[in-house]
DNA sequence: CTGTTAGCGCGTTCAA
DNA sequence: TTGAACGCGCTAACAG
């Protein structure tokens, strides 16, 4: 690929072309202790003008670059670096997630390290294994693995841990999570406004704890009009893949098919979309989680603020740090319906 | 919102809990020497079994952590972090890329740093100044600035620098782009094979390299049929906002509309869909970048592998660390047309 | 205003 | 197989 030279032998290029000046290498240049380099470059010291701009002028003909390595080490070793774990990174629920958490904390100057567990529960002990080796200076984890507690070490020793989307297990700490309850029970309230008796559930992959709460959210709405035949209407799916689209065709194939469907997570919700989309058979659908174009093509959602889940991630994060020792919290981000028109369609009579 | 002690005299509570264990700790109650905790930290190294199990045991008892920061200056200062570097973290195609990179890295047991510029281009060399000080190994960027000749000293020094969707300015480095020229060519070719003549090009926000290019494969796959006219229906809008639906009214309402359109870019894509969804008047078109839901609409796209373009990203960094005076490379995304129906509708008799 | 000493946590060198 | 001394680059504490 590159030249015939590569090989296991001589690797003289490993090196660079040109050593990293260090503090003292322009303090030898300056004339002037490294102390006082190290004065001018922190800014908020008291330095003479005249050797302030030697100084810098030195500096600047070495390419120095202060080490943040070597000052972060200096004190304490903490780093201003706050990681986001997550499971899928393919995922633009997590992807807005973390856009939101790399706003706020670049408005502290800070900034995110981002790792993912693809999913794997086994992994995610070792992926954080490794960025609390590289001190990071908090933690924001989405759990996927089914015990937390091994994190309890670094919250005492002043680690701050935020669960998002999902509490943690196990384990005492802060956590940011929609308000999935209200946001699906809002939805079967206003399908049961329209008229609706029979509502579907379509979840895939189901079986997160989001997901249960939204089943929650949804049966306890039904329930609310007195509706108590549901559960021939719930199909939660616990393994990924067409399997949404499968539940809805099957929903609709049944003797009494619903008349209104609901989706548990936006997965399910395209997927459920892809299937109602071009059917004679008018059915009403509330999709969890807004997507591109849903306003264009008329689906009514269940929306929320997702760059703000991230932020409150990493405010609270940061927060932490200040107060280590407060009682955990647990911060609901609002969800709320937006009616575009395919939540308003009426039952067939 | 936590309690009412914080204030600014007195924060106790912003000392841990308890110190972090360092190596000579472990060795303490170990009663063995820091090396020989370093040793068996380190792992490849021989050391009496049962020396090895007090260490590990001591190290559990106390939390032990190895300190990567201290680790990376010992070794020279530098860090297994890749920064990448792009404009607007809500962009998904940035997204996708960032997936990309992560994925590849994560194979070498490398971590993704992600920090964002916000589309300013002054902030740019700040934000990557602020990174190079954290000793990144590498840098990946989606270049924003004018000029990236500030990083010339950093490529010397060792620093790989790869550009990702455009090249850099002033600045010998490798970069990986798509295949902007023939993937519009050949988008436009197939409009022309469906018997188009008239063919649109909408761009918003334009004045990127990317949509430069694009427009030169439009305009050459024009010229090869003999069609030269075309410069009537372009409509490139330098700022962003809702200027592509504005676009293709504006064309749809010429005394010789186009019979079809092709988007720039993907934010264009969606926009120019909103507005040619629903309408009577049918119209060819074809967009720049899939997007979810495109195949149940039956959009034609120019597509491209996203997360791909990141791997390689990833790849060509950490090649060139191997190979740091190599000529620089450019490599190419492939692109190519899916069909799906809008892209294949006839001209209007 | 400036310099000196010491040490953050770890790994390398060399000796035991 | 294990340990002692030194230094990575930088800054806090104390001089001067």
Known sequence: MTTEHQGEIAAPSLEPLQARATLADV?????????????????????????RER???????????????????????????????IGDITNPFYFNVAAGIE??????????????????????????????????????????ASDQSYLEGERQLGTPVVCVDRPAHHLVADSVVLQNRLGAAEAVRSLIAAGHRRIGFVCSPAGLYTHQERLMGYRSALLEAGITDYERY??????PGPTAEESVRDLLAMDEPPTAIIAGNNRASTAAYRELYGRAQQVAFIGFDDFELADALGVSVIA??????????????????????????QVEIPTYLIKRGSGEIPPRS
């Open 103 to 144: 706003r706020e904390l670049a408005t502290r100057g800070m900034t995110m390290l981002l790792a993912t567990t693809d999913d794997a529960p086994g992994s995610e002990a070792v992926v954080v294994d490794t960025l609390l080796a590289q001190r990071v200076r908090a933690l924001i984890i989405v759990p996927i």
């Open 234 to 239: 719930e199909r939660l799916e616990p393994v």
């Open 27 to 51: 303090a030898r240049l300056a004339g002037v202790s490294a102390k006082t380099v190290s004065r001018v470059m922190s800014g908020d010291d008291k330095v003479a003008a005249h050797t």
């Open 55 to 85: 100084v810098m002028g030195a500096a600047k003909r070495l390419r120095f670059r202060p080490n943040t390595l070597a000052r972060n080490l200096r004190h304490g070793g903490v780093t201003n670096t706050v990681a986001f774990v």
């Open 304 to 329: 929320y603020d997702t760059i703000e889940l991230g932020r409150e991630a990493a405010r609270m994060a940061l927060s932490r740090l200040e107060d280590p020792n407060g009682p955990p919290r």
